[in-house]
């Protein structure tokens, strides 16, 4: 396949179709993520595997600190003083 970069392609002895835990729709899954995270779509392709895995990560660790958050702020919300809360942030 010309013109196609080697990272693309399983390495050698890899199961076809296998992928890395999180990547379960495989590059096209990682390349939307960055891109839902401000990387530039034309950039992509001039990522290294590395750089292309590194941000991937960091885009899964953001996304789980965001989700935590939101879950204290529900909790928060939910309990006794989730009133008090409320209005202090909106003052």
């Known amino acids: 396949m010309e013109g196609q970069q080697r990272f693309f392609r399983p390495p050698p002895g890899c199961p076809a179709g296998s992928q890395a835990k999180g990547e379960r729709s495989g590059w096209g899954g990682v390349f939307a993520k960055l891109i839902r995270h401000g990387h530039q779509r034309e950039q992509l392709p001039h990522y290294t595997r ?8 960091q885009a899964e660790r953001q ?7 939101r879950i204290v702020d529900i909790r928060a919300a939910l309990s006794k003083e989730g009133d008090r809360l409320i209005k202090a942030l909106r003052d």
């Open 50 to 57: 590395r750089q292309l895995e590194l941000y991937f990560r």
């Open 63 to 69: 996304e789980a600190a965001d989700r935590a958050g």
